[in-house]
């Protein structure tokens, strides 16, 4: 078994899954429990300048530069410990399918869960790899577990060939990321590279420097309760204003319906009753214009009901989240260029292709930190479906050793 395949199984298995409705960084204290053994392993392999903010949980460290190479760029590799709240990973019991034949994945025989070829028909072409699965009961974690396995693996690698040149690495792991807040605390002048890549990405070849715009809005209905036997004109149901609301959206901009570029309005939770009810939005578009368009566009849905209903029947709770990277990236595609490059020096056919999401590298590059994002090999994030490919995970290792090597000189980039 491969050492990052070692280094993922033994990282899984610690949950670390982030907490939305916490007002503490982080937003969970379990995810020090892998933060803690990061530490010990960058200890044992000899990595450098090791730090570990115990307040907010994040783990720096480097790998020195090769001998001759010490005047190169500073680069940066960052991933997060945390996992999506959408699905539990208490228990992670990852399991190998060698050699996949191609067929539907039984993951769990007593409740009936198969990851299907015709859910994922993407699965054909990882024929004959080896995958690794979950028991249909948790997510997997290779977001972004895979990364952080990816990254170890790589500074492991350097620091027994100081003879593969290469300038400083740093190392960053974040806790927080599926939560938005990853880069809260993230420490960008201690961290000191001059570039970085997050490796937070799905499918072997993919790279993206582009991401959404986002915005997170609540939307707040308060109704009046009467007994329904003595409701007529007296009642305001919450519940249907709401789903008035909703209605009042542009129906084809609705992450069902959207791909590539295009925008949406989601509807993520709702909770409440005829009195009140919350439904917390997110919203998103790549454009900026079209952006801030979709939130005005919300900002009015909620002026025509308080005009319909009264003052104050609606009410919203809007804060941007994020911004698309691509303005901050454009002046250095050189770290575009070279990623695609290392792809291609070993035989890896990049695809670039826009984030329909975020990353940490998003508010990295806004604060300094030109961040693109990197593959890891997994996919089906978020859910009981999510794999990893071996052979891919081996392959990102690669990669970075080979960005390592691409960025040895000390030439202006």
Not at 218 to 235: E, I
Not at 373 to 381: E, I, Q, S, V
Request: proline share 5%; charged share 25%; net charge negative.
């Amino acid at each position: 078994m491969s050492e990052v395949v070692q280094k993922f199984l033994r990282y899984v298995k610690i949950d670390t899954q982030s907490n939305e409705g916490s007002d503490t960084t982080p937003s969970t204290m379990k995810q020090h429990e892998l933060a803690q053994l990061l530490v010990k392993e960058l200890e044992e392999m000899g990595a450098a300048e090791i730090v570990y903010d115990r307040e907010h949980c994040y783990v720096y460290a480097s790998v020195p530069a090769a001998k001759g190479y010490e005047p190169a760029p500073i680069l940066g590799f960052i991933s997060h410990m945390d996992t999506s709240p959408a699905v539990t990973d208490t228990g992670v019991k990852p399991r190998m399918v060698e050699h996949y034949d191609g067929g539907d994945i039984v993951l769990n025989e007593a409740q009936g869960i198969v990851m299907r070829v015709s859910d994922f028909p993407e699965l054909a072409g990882l024929v004959g790899k080896d995958l690794i699965v979950t028991d249909g009961t948790t997510l997997l974690g290779a977001d972004d577990k895979a990364g952080i396995a990816e990254i170890m693996t790589m500074a492991e690698y350097l620091l027994k060939h100081p003879e593969v040149p290469h300038g400083k690495i740093r190392i960053g792991f974040t806790p927080d990321e599926e939560i938005g807040c990853g880069a809260d605390h993230f420490d960008v002048k201690l961290f000191g590279a001059d570039y970085a890549f997050t490796v937070d990405g799905g499918a072997l070849g993919e790279l993206e420097y582009e991401n959404f715009n986002a915005a997170g809005a609540k939307l707040y209905v308060y109704g009046c309760s009467v007994h329904p036997g003595d409701a007529k004109n007296k009642m305001r149901n919450a519940i249907l204003i709401a789903q008035e609301f909703q209605s009042l959206l542009p129906v084809a901009q609705n992450p069902m319906y959207t791909e590539g570029y295009e925008g949406f309005f989601h509807p993520d939770t709702i909770s409440g009753n005829v009195e009140k009810v919350r439904v917390d939005y997110i919203i998103r578009d790549h454009d900026r214009e079209l952006f801030e368009q979709k939130k005005a566009l919300f900002l009015e849905c909620a002026a025509f009901l308080n005009k319909k209903y009264g003052d104050g029947t609606v009410a919203v709770d809007m804060k941007d989240s994020y911004y698309n990277m691509k303005e901050v990236l454009e002046p250095h595609m050189h770290l575009v260029d070279n990623a695609c490059a290392a792809m291609k020096e070993l035989g890896i056919e990049p695809v670039v292709t826009p984030i329909r999401g975020g990353t940490d590298g998003a508010r990295l590059s806004f604060m300094g930190l030109p961040c693109p994002n990197l593959c890891t090999g997994g996919a089906n994030y978020h859910g009981r479906y999510e794999y990893a490919c071996v052979q891919s995970m081996e392959a990102v290792v690669e990669i970075l050793v080979k960005l390592a090597e691409r960025y040895s000189g000390d030439k202006s980039y």
